[in-house]
């Protein structure tokens, strides 16, 4: 009666799978690249307010608009552009090498491996601390499950 089975299909929020479908395909785009889509007014807009928020000094604002505008897109600066921005010679190399097909994923600065490597010693050496807090040796020096 009341428990039966039916055939009919059951929708709980009336949203139909294409929607759901758009929906998902906007969030996911919104997290690869949240710049996307922004016109230029736009992003200006929110360089600025961001630059107005944190108070970060005026002599770096040209470099975060820079990076905010490689974040939108990578390829912004192949071309001259409207307002003058432009990357110096340096900073183009820099992007050469940070790109997975010209560059070396490898040819990282030495402290940054110095950095990695006492990451994870402090990792290991934490990891020792909870397991003898939490009784991972454990103070009972009886045998395990009884065995003599």
Known sequence: ????????????TGIYDDELDAASQNINRT??????GKT??????????????TKIDEIYAE???KGAFLAQDNEAFQDPREDGLQLKPEERAALVLEDPKTGNKW????????L???????AAVQGWDETAVNGGNGADKSPPFGLA
């Open 40 to 53: 230029h007014k736009e992003m200006n807009d929110l360089i600025d307010a961001f630059m107005e928020k």
């Open 116 to 122: 990695v490597g006492c990451c994870s010693l402090g």
């Open 107 to 114: 040819n990282q600065p030495w402290i940054l491996y110095a």
């Open 31 to 36: 997290l690869v690249n949240p710049f996307g």
């Open 1 to 12: 009666m009341g428990n039966e089975a039916s055939d009919e299909p059951m929708v709980t």
């Open 63 to 65: 470099h975060i608009r």
